[in-house]
């Protein structure tokens, strides 16, 4: 069964960084598994945001690249987003999802909000 819990959202001034944590529990080892961001806005489909891939090869979203960094602790089975240099547009829900071979997981957790604000 898989369990996330996504933690580290807030209130952020534009220009401002915040680091997303989801903490994982998989029924595989936790290094096994590739991982991945999405948020969603309001209105908005969820979408992809960066995505880390046999623990070092990463993936970004056009929007993010040169901002977001996916990164993942095998040890503390937890996921990492650093965001820096936020804009309103990065307002959103954030979730963490993992991938065990091919198949993307249909589990989610709650999210964590992130709103960039004046």
């Known amino acids: 069964q898989v369990q996330l819990v996504e933690s580290g959202g807030g209130l952020v001034q534009p220009g401002g960084s915040l680091r997303l944590s989801c903490a994982a529990s998989?029924?595989?080892?936790?290094?096994?598994y590739d991982w991945a961001w999405h948020r969603q806005a309001p209105g908005k489909q969820r979408e992809l945001v960066?995505?880390?891939?046999?623990?070092?090869?990463?993936h970004y979203a056009d929007s993010v690249k040169g901002r977001f960094t996916i990164s993942s602790d095998n040890a503390k089975k937890t996921v990492y987003l650093q965001m820096n240099n936020l804009t309103p547009e990065d307002t959103a829900v954030y979730y963490c999802r993992p991938r065990y071979g091919s198949a993307w997981s249909n589990s989610w957790g709650q999210g964590t909000q992130v709103t960039v604000s004046s």
């Open positions: 960066a995505a880390i891939f046999g623990g070092s090869r990463s």
């Open positions: 998989v029924p595989r080892s936790f290094s096994l």
